[in-house]
C-alpha cells in the first residue's frame, strides 16, 4: 500500500523568506508524486509533478520541488514566500485507482 | 476554458434523507473521481471512473453511498439515508487518461447532516 506523510501541520515563514513543506513518500515502485494547494472554499489546485527525469520539478507560481529517492522525500519549496502563499498544501502520489493524499499542512505566511 | 464545475456548492439536509451531488467534468476528461474531505478523515478517495470501464468503487464507505456517471460525461454521487458523519466536503475531479496526469478539482460540495 502506499502513503504519504506531511510531519508539520502548520509551517510559519516571513514574507521574502524561503519556505519548505515537506512531504516523504512510501510506494512500491517508481513514484508519480504532486503537489496540490488549496485557498478556503476552494478546490485543490494542481502546483507541480514528478514522473520522471530531473529531480528539481518546477512547478505554477514559483514553486518547486526536490525529489530524493534515498530518502523517499519530495520537499516542496519556494525561494521567496509571498503573503498570498498562505494556504494549505497537499502532497500526493498517485496509484493504481487514484490519489493517496498527506494530511495537509498549513502555510501560514507573515507579512 | 471551464473547469470542473459542482453542485451545489452547500447543502444542508436533515438525517435520514437522500442527497444528490453533481459533478460536471472537464470536456475531453475521461477519467473522473470523487473524494471526501472532513476534517478527521482529511481526503478520501471514494470511487473513480474511467471511460467506459467498471468503475472503481473501492473507496465508499458504505452501500448507502452510490455514484454513476452517465454517457461518460456528467457523474452524480448519492448518498442515502444519510448520517452525520456523512457531513463533509465532496470533491470530484477529472483528468485526461493515466495515473501521471494531473486531477483538476471542483470546488466541491459542503455536506451538512442535521
Known amino acids: 500500500a502506499q502513503s504519504v506523510a506531511q510531519p508539520e501541520d502548520q509551517v510559519n515563514v516571513a514574507e521574502g523568506n524561503p519556505l519548505t513543506v515537506k512531504c516523504t513518500y512510501s510506494?512500491?515502485?517508481?513514484?508519480?508524486l504532486f503537489w496540490y494547494v488549496q485557498y478556503p472554499n476552494r478546490g485543490l489546485q494542481f502546483l507541480l509533478k514528478?514522473?520522471?527525469?530531473?529531480?528539481l520539478v518546477k512547478g505554477s507560481y514559483g514553486f518547486e520541488a526536490e525529489f530524493n529517492k534515498s530518502q523517499t522525500s519530495f520537499h516542496l519549496k519556494k525561494p521567496s514566500a509571498l503573503v498570498s502563499d498562505s494556504a494549505l498544501y497537499f502532497c500526493a502520489v498517485t496509484g493504481r485507482r487514484a490519489l493517496t493524499f498527506g494530511s495537509g499542512t498549513r502555510l501560514q505566511v507573515q507579512p | 476554458g471551464a473547469g470542473v464545475s459542482q453542485s451545489p456548492s452547500n447543502k444542508v439536509t436533515e438525517k435520514g434523507k437522500d442527497v444528490e451531488l453533481r459533478c460536471d467534468p472537464i470536456s475531453g476528461h475521461t477519467a473522473l473521481y470523487w473524494y471526501r474531505q472532513s476534517l478527521g478523515q482529511g481526503l478520501e478517495f471514494l470511487i473513480y471512473?474511467?471511460?467506459?470501464?467498471?468503475?472503481?468503487k473501492s473507496g465508499l464507505p458504505s452501500d448507502r453511498f452510490s455514484a454513476e456517471r452517465t454517457g461518460g460525461s456528467v457523474s452524480t454521487l448519492t448518498i442515502q439515508r444519510t448520517q452525520q458523519e456523512d457531513s463533509a466536503v465532496y470533491l470530484c475531479?477529472?483528468?485526461?487518461?493515466?495515473?501521471?496526469?494531473?486531477?483538476?478539482f471542483g470546488d466541491g460540495t459542503r455536506l451538512s447532516i442535521l
Open positions: 475531479a477529472s483528468s485526461l487518461e493515466g495515473s501521471a496526469q494531473p486531477q483538476h
Open positions: 510506494v512500491s515502485g517508481n513514484p508519480y
Open positions: 471512473f474511467q471511460g467506459n470501464s467498471a468503475p472503481d
Open positions: 514528478y514522473i520522471t527525469g530531473d529531480n
